[in-house]
């Protein structure tokens, strides 16, 4: 026999087709709780989608650590043979939810490490740099990604327009006007936590750290015409092809590699270490082989999984710790804002959410709060009844800031915006060359001369050949 439904109360249902009227033409009686309760529900079927990277596709898999970085770190997630279920939402930035997928943009890369120790969470992008290296630059940038407010169009202009005005810009806006700015699916992409982080070892002596997922799909990539065609055919077709890799067990691999920097080499480096719009030299710094990631698994329910997933660069286990990236600095902040906003106070009690290990705050009450603590009479702290309490064990080596004056120092003086792109331009082939160059012309289709004018000349910074290109394909 089949189960009875019933109202979210429990009580049984006896007619989902036909509502209660007054006669059989209507009007509709108050007292159908059942037709009320539906239509409310239905209401609030949507929560505020991301600000930013609305539009995305997760899966679940596996980090394998392969290598003994111990003398590095001695976080347990990081231990040689140790595996660690994670989940992976990709995404791109400026679409909104349900925006075409097979869009010019940069990919995220967001994943959550359910560990022993926490949960760690590494929310990063398809590319190792970012557009501007000042967190305060940030709303601003988004906002010229997003729609203009009174056409409610992506502007190109606004696009140009910022990143002419912010030569910090110059790398990441090569990378995505690249080949690389459109892949051909997310199998095909690396990922990089692209901030500087600390790693820390049994010694508490702490490293800097980069972290790379080095795509084992290998790197492949469309064309802007190429995507025309597809999104007129499919607007999901990654989502499409991660769900069915995965469904057929195609799994999806990753190389996870690192790279290694001392205290005493990030005083002497030539660039800032801590500058999100730079690398660390492969040939300064090289990949260091870590172990293996695999998507495994697709999500239940993707409003369950993957709408409500909140990632946060605050989430870090021992072992691991942050750096003095200011752009990082302000991450730590900003996302576990945004989901107390977007999903609610006590998101983390969602299962996507939740940590493996018991949660042990003093935080209290709160909407939808429905967790049992057995605390009893400990409920603050200190206490004198047993209840949980800090660890010194846990404490972070202290980091030397001496002598520093407190002020808007300006990140634009006396940076070299130029070398590590032109670094990149070096490496491309003269078809990837022609490609950038096509890619640019068509991104400022409508800007006005002025704002091309003042992009081509910090192009002829990098190289005067990638001016006169971009020049060439604009046709003026
Ligand atoms: P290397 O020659 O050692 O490395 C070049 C890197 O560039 C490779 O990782 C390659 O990725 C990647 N690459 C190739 N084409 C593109 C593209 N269109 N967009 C983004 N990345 C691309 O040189 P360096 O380490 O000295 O770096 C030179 C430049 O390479 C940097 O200025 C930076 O722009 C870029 N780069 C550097 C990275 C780093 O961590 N050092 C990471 C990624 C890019 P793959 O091996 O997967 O093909
Ligand atoms: C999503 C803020 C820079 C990668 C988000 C969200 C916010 C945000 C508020 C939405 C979170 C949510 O609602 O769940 C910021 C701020 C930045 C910044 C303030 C600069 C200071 C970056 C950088 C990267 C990045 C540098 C990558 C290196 C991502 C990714 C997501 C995201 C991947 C989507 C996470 C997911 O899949 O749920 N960002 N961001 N962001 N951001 Fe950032």
Redesign the pocket.
């Known amino acids: 026999m089949k189960k009875t439904m019933t109202t979210t109360a429990g009580n049984p249902i006896s007619d989902n087709q036909n509502s209660i009227t007054a006669g059989e033409r209507g009007p509709v009686l108050m007292q159908d709780y059942q037709l009320i309760e539906k239509l409310a529900h239905q209401n609030r079927e949507r929560i505020p989608e991301?600000?930013?990277?609305a539009n995305?596709s997760a899966a679940y898999g596996k980090l394998v650590i392969t290598e003994d970085i111990s003398k590095y770190t001695k976080a347990k997630v990081l231990q040689k043979s140790e595996e660690t279920k994670l989940l992976l939402?990709f995404?791109t930035v400026a679409g909104e939810r349900g925006a075409a997928d097979a869009e010019r943009d940069v990919r995220?890369?967001?994943l959550k490490f359910y560990t022993k120790e926490g949960n760690w969470d590494l929310?990063?992008?398809n590319t190792p740099v970012?557009f501007i290296r000042d967190?305060y630059k940030?709303p601003d940038f988004i906002h010229t990604q997003k729609r203009h407010p009174q056409t409610n169009l992506r502007s190109n202009t606004a696009a140009w327009d910022f990143w002419s005005l912010s030569p910090e810009s110059l790398h990441q806006v090569t990378i995505l006007m690249s080949n690389r700015g459109l892949p051909k699916s997310y199998r095909h992409i690396n990922g990089?936590g692209?901030?500087t982080y600390s790693l820390i070892n049994e010694k508490n002596e702490r490293f800097w750290v980069k972290f790379h997922f080095k795509t084992m799909q290998g790197i492949e990539t469309i064309t802007d015409k190429q995507a025309e065609e597809i999104v007129g055919k499919d607007r999901e077709s990654n989502q499409r092809d991660l769900f069915e890799n995965i469904e057929q067990g195609n799994y999806p691999k990753w190389s996870f590699e690192i790279q290694i920097m001392t205290e005493e080499e990030a005083l002497a480096c030539s660039f800032n270490p801590f500058d999100?719009t730079k690398v660390w030299p492969h040939s300064d710094y090289p990949m260091i082989k870590v172990g293996e990631l695999t998507l495994n698994e697709n999500p239940k329910n993707y409003f369950n999984e993957v709408e409500q997933?909140?990632?946060s660069p605050s989430n870090i286990v021992p072992g691991i710790g942050f750096s003095p990236d200011k752009?990082l600095q302000?991450?730590i902040f900003?996302?576990p804002d945004?989901?107390r906003y977007?999903v609610g106070t006590h998101y983390e009690m969602l299962p996507v959410n939740r940590p493996i290990v018991d949660v042990k705050t003093y935080h209290a009450d709160g909407a939808m709060n429905y967790e049992q603590k057995d605390i009893t009479d400990a409920y603050y702290e200190p206490n004198s009844f047993d209840g949980p309490v800090e660890d010194k064990a846990f404490e972070e080596p202290a980091l030397k800031i001496e002598n520093a004056y407190a002020k808007r120092y300006d990140h634009r003086e006396g940076n070299d915006d130029f070398s590590q792109p032109r670094a990149l331009f070096n490496l491309m082939s003269e078809n990837e060359k022609e490609q950038l160059f096509g890619n640019i012309a068509r991104a400022m289709d409508g800007v006005p001369l002025e704002i091309i004018n003042r992009q081509l000349e910090l192009f002829a910074k990098i190289d005067e050949a990638y001016k006169m290109g971009v020049k060439k394909a604009l046709g003026i």
Not at 50 to 53: Q, T, W
């Open positions: 991301r600000v930013v990277h995305g939402r995404s995220g890369f967001a929310v990063g992008n970012f967190a940030f990089y692209s901030h999100l997933a909140s990632f752009m302000a991450r900003s996302y945004a989901h977007r």
